[in-house]
């Protein structure tokens, strides 16, 4: 028999035994509860859920970074109006404290037309070796019309490795006696000026007593002179 008889005549056999395999394969999945087509569309079904999920995860993650964003704004914002709060609370303080004192000031105690240097103060600033200090420099006597030029001069005794020495503010003195002073130590005023200021030392350095001095301008003299001690 030619071979294409014999192909002919076995290939309905075994197309049949195929269909044969395949319907006894898909019976037994559905005999176990799993089917393809339903398998593929819960599949599909997940991958969808899968990406919903993940685009929902990224929303909830910027509306996170978002609101993370908008607290530390919120808590910078929280901390620059404490700063604010307390600088003006500080101010509101000092107004009150030069309030009373020229409430009960008497200038009785000093000369006509003479200087006096009232609360004084010398403390730790933030910075390790900066100090502020603080004080209120008055006028008395009827030559207070006449406007005060002059400037400030500290002379802080300080002990450094086991030496005592003296360090001067401002640091580089006028070439002569009309030069002009550093502006941050100049003084100008008519009745009473207020003055809160720093200095910069090695923080090794100790601080053992701070002398102040005021010059009139065109006077080599000070004017006045006061020491005072850290608080």
Request: proline residues 4%.
């Given at each position: 028999?030619?071979?294409?008889?014999?192909?002919?005549?076995?290939?309905?056999?075994?197309?049949?035994?195929?269909?044969?395999?395949?319907?006894?394969?898909?019976?037994?999945?559905?005999?176990?509860?799993?089917?393809?087509?339903?398998?593929?569309?819960?599949?599909?079904?997940?991958?969808?859920?899968?990406?919903?999920?993940?685009?929902?995860?990224?929303?909830?993650?910027?509306?996170?970074?978002?609101?993370?964003?908008?607290?530390?704004?919120?808590?910078?914002?929280?901390?620059?109006?404490?700063?604010?709060?307390?600088?003006?609370?500080?101010?509101?303080?000092?107004?009150?404290?030069?309030?009373?004192?020229?409430?009960?000031?008497?200038?009785?105690?000093?000369?006509?037309?003479?200087?006096?240097?009232?609360?004084?103060?010398?403390?730790?600033?933030?910075?390790?070796?900066?100090?502020?200090?603080?004080?209120?420099?008055?006028?008395?006597?009827?030559?207070?019309?006449?406007?005060?030029?002059?400037?400030?001069?500290l002379l802080v005794n300080v002990q450094h490795n086991g030496e005592k020495k003296v360090v001067v503010f401002p640091q580089e003195e006028p070439a002569s006696k009309n030069?002009?002073?550093?502006?941050?130590?100049?003084?100008?005023?008519?009745?009473?000026?207020?003055?809160?200021?720093?200095?910069?030392?090695?923080?090794?350095?100790?601080?053992?007593?701070?002398?102040?001095?005021?010059?009139?301008?065109?006077?080599?003299?000070?004017?006045?002179k006061q020491d005072f001690s850290l608080s």
């Open positions: 028999m030619p071979w294409y008889v014999r192909w002919a005549v076995a290939l309905p056999f075994v197309l049949a035994a195929g269909g044969l395999v395949w319907w006894a394969y898909d019976s037994g999945l559905e005999l176990a509860g799993f089917h393809r087509g339903q398998a593929e569309q819960e599949l599909a079904r997940l991958r969808e859920q899968v990406a919903a999920l993940s685009s929902e995860n990224a929303k909830l993650i910027g509306q996170a970074a978002s609101y993370e964003r908008q607290a530390q704004m919120e808590h910078a914002a929280n901390l620059e109006t404490e700063k604010q709060l307390k600088a003006l609370t500080e101010e509101y303080t000092r107004i009150q404290e030069d309030l009373a004192f020229f409430q009960n000031l008497s200038l009785s105690d000093t000369r006509e037309g003479g200087l006096a240097i009232y609360r004084l103060k010398l403390e730790h600033d933030t910075l390790p070796g900066e100090y502020r200090y603080r004080m209120l420099l008055v006028r008395s006597g009827q030559l207070r019309a006449k406007e005060f030029h002059g400037n400030l001069q030069a002009p002073a550093d502006a941050a130590y100049q003084v100008k005023f008519k009745y009473y000026q207020r003055i809160e200021r720093s200095f910069q030392l090695p923080p090794d350095m100790l601080i053992e007593g701070v002398q102040v001095r005021v010059f009139e301008e065109g006077v080599r003299e000070p004017r006045i």
